[in-house]
Nanobody
Framework: QVILVESGGGLVQTGGSLRLSCAAS????????MGWFRQAPGQEREFVAG????????YYEDSVKGRFTISRDNARNTVYLQMDSLKPEDTAVYYC???????????????????WGQGTQVIVSS
């Protein structure tokens, strides 16, 4: 079973940037779609971005389009989320996720993902 470890969270001012990383301490990303979710206090987990396993095609939730960029480095078993122009409403725990099925074409729906890391906290101050 894959174990995912996120890093890169922290406290940043409105308009600032953070780069989240997610590495596999066990298992592999190769052949799987990868995604990022977030959960703010008192709210349900929200699917933020996903990237397909083979061609790098990406999906973004509307509120982060143009501000967040998901990317992956299969050789390093690492996926990234570059977050720019951060807003207070981006404050949440961010979770990395791996696709449920090997070489699946699904990457743009939350149901495509089945394994999550422990999360990294992002706080955007106003």
């Amino acid at each position: 079973q894959v174990i995912l470890v996120e890093s890169g969270g922290g406290l940043v001012q409105t308009g600032g940037s953070l780069r989240l990383s997610c590495a596999a301490s066990r298992g592999t990303f190769t052949g799987y779609s990868m995604g990022w979710f977030r959960q703010a206090p008192g709210q349900e987990r929200e699917f933020v971005a996903g990237i397909r396993w083979n061609d790098g095609r990406a999906y973004y939730e509307d509120s982060v389009k143009g501000r967040f960029t998901i990317s992956r480095d299969n050789a390093r078993n690492t996926v990234y989320l570059q977050m720019d122009s951060l807003k207070p409403e981006d404050t949440a725990v961010y979770y990395c996720a791996r696709g449920r099925f090997f070489r699946s074409a699904e990457y743009d729906t939350p149901n495509a993902y089945g394994y999550w890391g422990q999360g990294t906290q992002v706080i955007v101050s106003s």
